[in-house]
Structures are given as structure tokens and as C-alpha cells.
């Protein structure tokens, strides 16, 4: 290689590195902010579910957990959608969406006015 290429090379290296660099010093440092501060004033109703998996001591000491779980009704439904999904495709996406969100939670969820007074309910 000619020397005006290594030139060329090392200046589009240095390049790339200094805009990476200033891109990512140029975010504001200080306390996060949590979502739920981030929402409009005209929120009707916000939800936040950790999900059972961030709580699971707390989880299974519950009677919830019996009712569902140590009873085998969970397991009972699992069996059950998972039979429905060799007839039903969307049996699959379905049992993966309630188990995302049971064990997963729901990170954030808002209903505003405009929800309200747009007829999503009456």
C-alpha cells in the first residue's frame, strides 16, 4: 500500500472514532429520569408490572402462587394451549405473550384522555 493510503485510512479511522466519541459524550449526565415521570399531564391511568420473575421469593410466598402454580392449574393451561396450538397457530403466540407477560411483566402502560374521548370507551 501507498503511504497516501495509510494516510487515508488512519484519517477516516480517526474520524469515525472522534464522532463515535462525541456522540456518546454528548449525553446529558445526571439522575435518570423513571418513565412514569416522562407521561403527559392528561394521563387517566398508568401500569407497571415487574412481573412475577423480578419478584420470585415474594412470588411463591403468596396465595396466588399456591393457587396457581403448587395446584398445577399452570401447568394444567400450559398443557391445554399447548394441545390448542397443533390445531390453532395462533395457540403458539398467544401462550408466549401471557407467559412474557406473567413472568416478564409489563414495563409501561398508559391510558390518556384522548383514549376517552375517542371512543375507545363508551
Known amino acids: 500500500m501507498s503511504r497516501s493510503r495509510w494516510t487515508l485510512m488512519l484519517a477516516v479511522t ?3 472514532l472522534v464522532a463515535a466519541w462525541s456522540l456518546t459524550s454528548a449525553q446529558p449526565r445526571g439522575p435518570a429520569i423513571k418513565p412514569s415521570q416522562l407521561h403527559p ?3 387517566v391511568a398508568y401500569l407497571q408490572y415487574d412481573g412475577t420473575a423480578a419478584q420470585k421469593p415474594a ?3 403468596t396465595a ?3 393457587a396457581l402454580v403448587k395446584s ?3 401447568d394444567a393451561a400450559e398443557d ?3 394441545a390448542l396450538g397443533e390445531n390453532e397457530p395462533l395457540a403458539g403466540p398467544i401462550h408466549s405473550l401471557i407467559t412474557q407477560v406473567i ?3 409489563v414495563p ?3 391510558l390518556d384522555q384522548r383514549c376517552v374521548r375517542g371512543g375507545l370507551f363508551p
Open 64 to 66: 396466588a402462587y399456591a
Open 103 to 105: 413472568t416478564g411483566g
Open 14 to 16: 480517526a474520524a469515525v
Open 59 to 61: 412470588w411463591e410466598e
Open 108 to 110: 409501561q402502560a398508559r
Open 72 to 74: 398445577g392449574l399452570w
Open 80 to 82: 391445554w394451549l399447548t
Open 41 to 43: 399531564a392528561d394521563a
